[in-house]
T-cell receptor
Framework: ETGVTQSPTHLIKTRGQQVTLRCSSQ?????VSWYQQALGQGPQFIFQYYREEENGRGNFPPRFSGLQFPNYSSELNVNALELDDSALYLCASSLDGTKGNYGYTFGSGTRLTVV | GENVEQHPSTLSVQEGDSAVIKCTYSDSASNYFPWYKQELGKGPQLIIDIRSNVGEKKDQRIAVTLNKTAKHFSLHITETQPEDSAVYFC???????????FGRGTSLIVHP
């Protein structure tokens, strides 16, 4: 059984650029959630995908968008990067996001730095 | 929406002591409460969870208690070891959502 894999592990981008982060979910999991974790803070929910459909969204602007593919892997896209977007981006997979009573399996995250 | 408060933000103990981390939640309909451990450079790892129909759950040296009336839940770690040093997050899932809300984390430092 493989865990959650995220790529890349680190990334430096310039303000105004666009970035795509990738996530492979744990085998057997059909739900992927993305979180932003600023330094010293808890993870903040961005959005969740369940069976290729967006299943919920947190308080993030539309320039944060995502996709889930038939194999349940996922992408997070951020347009027009701002300095405040610098954070650790975490992907978490789970079984059946519509019920929410299952713990998440997190990846190790992508550290994004916007300069 | 759900609001989760976590205390303390930092906890320093001697090896072998017990550690307790406390969280409160706002939505009385919340029914699922996981705890995660995050080591440096890694993503959070689920260590224990509890559902609202249970008051306490234990797994070796860790235990979680839930007081639904007071809307708070706690993580207890006994016989702490240096490898327990990490940031611990509590979370609560509101009954009206399937997305857990996380606390701000507790940095636990276990001194040898």
């Amino acid at each position: 059984e493989t865990g959650v894999t995220q790529s890349p592990t680190h990334l430096i981008k310039t303000r105004g650029q666009q970035v795509t982060l990738r996530c492979s979910s744990q085998s057997g999991h059909n739900t992927v959630s993305w979180y932003q974790q600023a330094l010293g803070q808890g993870p903040q929910f961005i959005f969740q995908y369940y069976r290729e459909e967006e299943n919920g969204r947190g308080n993030f602007p539309p320039r944060f968008s995502g996709l889930q593919f038939p194999n349940y892997s996922s992408e997070l896209n951020v347009n027009a990067l701002e300095l405040d977007d610098s954070a650790l981006y975490l992907c978490a997979s789970s079984l059946d996001g519509t019920k929410g009573n299952y713990g998440y399996t997190f990846g190790s995250g992508t550290r994004l730095t916007v300069v | 929406g759900e609001n989760v408060e976590q205390h303390p933000s930092t906890l320093s103990v001697q090896e072998g002591d017990s550690a307790v981390i406390k969280c409160t939640y706002s939505d009385s309909a919340s029914n699922y409460f996981p705890w995660y451990k995050q080591e440096l450079g890694k993503g959070p790892q689920l260590i224990i969870d509890i559902r609202s129909n249970v008051g306490e759950k234990k797994d070796q040296r860790i235990a979680v208690t839930l007081n639904k009336t007071a809307k708070h839940f706690s993580l207890h770690i006994t016989e702490t070891q240096p490898e327990d040093s990490a940031v611990y997050f509590c979370a609560a899932r509101s009954g009206g959502s399937y997305i857990p809300t996380f606390g701000r984390g507790t940095s636990l430092i276990v001194h040898p």
